[in-house]
């Protein structure tokens, strides 16, 4: 994405963010980072037509709309990748939101900006769109899943069991295909098999490789094996923070990378040379064209970004306001601090607690 615009929405009155390879969101508790991580989410229900579905299942319209419908009565958004942009405009209806507008744009004078395409419908029409430009959007709007590795627990996940064939195409929100989605990349590249398993062994020295035999109806488990065991060991034998950092490992090593990574705190419960490697795995992907969208309040991850990877969030009057640093405005303090010491002395105004 070049950029993208978003009014009406929760916590965001209005904004318009120019989106770079990496965008690290960092603020204070509410200041409105998951807020505008869970857009990428709520875009995503939108191309696959579930849109009525989970605004019901979180809350409502009311819950979604900025301050309410007493205050707006609109969501507005506009994504721009390269010369196709995509818009829509959806008002709160007698039980459902209702798509005004739905827009697909293509940046040449020539062409008539928007096209319109809806219909006054409860769901979008991009999903079935013939249009040529209709075919980049959908791909984009597609890749716009959020990550949260977050759920460790005995009955997580991580603990399902996932088939082969049907679960490989790519890695789940929740990493609960996980099991099927290492198994399909130990057969079928190696190598990234092997430099998985390098990795995760970097910050687990005691892990030797999955335990990876799918059933009689091709269902696999996550196990794994210890170099100084003949035991097989199931998921809920690994620490909650080798968990995440192998579902880490696995998103951000994957052989076919998305065109966007969107993630919500993925530092949690990691050690900080974990973290250290997690930063590294951001900036390979980043730099192979995988756009990164993370929230975070991790300071040691945000060490190893540059200032211009930054966006601080504050929520100043119910309103969150966004501000991508700067290494011009930063550049009498980096000689002698990291960013995060910056931030943390409060030279990094910004993303502050508002008490």
Known sequence: MDYIEISGYKSIKEVKIKLNPLNILIGANGSGKTNFISFFEFLNKVYEQKLTEYVALAGGEEKMLHKGSKVTDIIYTK????????????????????????????DKSFIENPINISSYQNESRIKENTLPRADYIRKYLNSFKKYHFHDTGKNSPFTQTTHIQNDIYFLYEKGNNLAAFLFWIQQNNKIVYHRILKNIQSIAPYFSDFYLYPNAENFVRLQWTD?????????????????????????????????????????LGLHPTAISKLSGMIKSVAANGCQVIIATQSTDLISHFTPEDIITVDQLNGESVFNRLNSETLVDWLDDYTIDDLWKRNIIATGQPNY
Do not use: C, H
């Not at 939101?97 to 293509?106: A, D, I, P, T």
């Open 227 to 267: 170099k100084y065991s003949d035991t097989t060991y199931g998921v809920n034998d690994l620490s909650d923070g080798t968990i995440r950092f192998i579902a880490l490992t696995v998103l951000f090593m994957q052989p076919n990378l998305p065109t966007t990574i969107i993630i919500d705190e993925p530092e």
């Open 79 to 106: 994504i721009k990748q390269d010369f196709n942009g995509y818009s829509f405009e959806l008002k709160k209806g007698e039980s459902n939101f209702v798509f005004v507008s739905e827009g697909l744009w293509y």
